[in-house]
Structures are given as C-alpha cells and as structure tokens.
C-alpha cells in the first residue's frame, strides 16, 4: 500500500480478511445517536470518506467545493469579454431557486407561475431519495415544487440578450469508475 500512497480502507480489510465488516464507524455511531437503525452503512471506501455524505467529512469536504467554485466562478467572470451579453448574477454566494426567482432579471426570463409549471413535469420523474421520505410523505401534494424551489444552485448567469439563465453546478467526482457520469447525475437529481 505504501507505494501508491493509499492507506487501506475496512472495504479493502474486510476484503482481505484482515476486518470482519467494512460498515463505516462513524456513520453507525451517528446513525446509533440518533436513534436510527445501523443496517445498511455504508462501506469505508476512499470515495465515502472523501464524500461531505460522511459526517467526519463533511465541513471539510463543502469547504473544498465551494473553494474550487469561487476560483472556477472567478475565472470565468474574469475572462469575460466586454460586448458580452452574459451576467454573472450569483458571484457572491449559493442562491436557492426562490431567492433567485424574486429578482427582476429572472422574472423577466419567465414567471415564477410558469417554471413551476415546467419545473413540476420534471420533478415527478426525479426520484424521492430515502432522506426525502419523511417529508414526502407528509405533504405529497407540495413536495415536488418545495424541492424545486428548494434546491441551491452554484452559480448562475444570465445572456440578456437571449433572456437564457444557465445554471452552474461544480460536481467533484473520480471518474475512473465506469458509470460514473450517470451516477453523479443521478445524484445531481
């Protein structure tokens, strides 16, 4: 292991014999905390402790991303060119749909009344994800559009000229998985 530089994992351990589960501990000693059931951890691969899903993580790995993204974000509002249509209307921190959506510019792309229209179609195909549950379940009715609505966004720009918002979103991921793309779409949902 000291030649790549990787230090083993329980997954690779349990793998070999050398641990009898590769559950992770720290997700089962959260898990036991909160009085939920310890089936089904997940297994301790470089991809859990490297993910903000891991509670032992998770402030260091947002902190990563949202690094990356101000100087990717940076970058391309420094190379603007001047003739440019496009605004950078989210420079300064994450915006949820919402907040967005209560701005003049945005309002002038369409109404709120129409893209939760739109939005509406396209959220009742994105899977409830086992967290969202609870919340689904209580109000099924208003959950899609409160996701929707919900849901914060890197960053976004706006062509003026075109009346297009793009939205930005950084996905920090290995691709040397195959499959990874529609897993971290997947996940992007």
Not at 7 to 32: D, N, V
Not at 45 to 59: L, Y
Not at 77 to 88: S, V
């Amino acid at each position: 292991m000291a030649m790549t530089g990787n230090t083993p994992t329980a997954s690779f351990l349990t793998k070999i014999g050398k641990m009898q589960s590769a559950g992770c501990r720290l997700c089962r000693i959260a898990r036991e905390a909160r009085g939920e059931s310890t089936d089904g951890l997940a297994a301790v691969t470089h991809g859990h402790i490297n993910s903000a899903g891991w509670k032992g993580m998770e402030t260091t790995v947002t902190a990563a991303h949202h690094s990356i993204w101000r100087r990717l974000y940076d970058s391309m509002h420094a190379t603007q060119k001047p003739k440019r249509k496009l605004k950078f209307v989210t420079l300064d921190k994450e915006s949820n749909m919402s907040t967005l959506w209560r701005r003049e510019e945005f309002l002038r792309i369409c109404s709120k009344e129409d893209l939760a229209e739109k939005a509406q179609d396209i959220e009742v195909t994105i899977p409830v994800k086992k967290c969202q549950e609870a919340r689904y379940n209580l109000d099924p009715e208003s959950f899609f559009g409160n996701r929707f609505w919900g849901r914060r966004l890197d960053g976004v720009a706006i062509h003026k000229a075109l009346q297009i918002g793009y939205i930005l979103e950084f996905q920090r991921s290995t691709d040397r998985d195959e499959g990874f793309l529609e897993v971290k779409k997947a996940e992007a949902n």
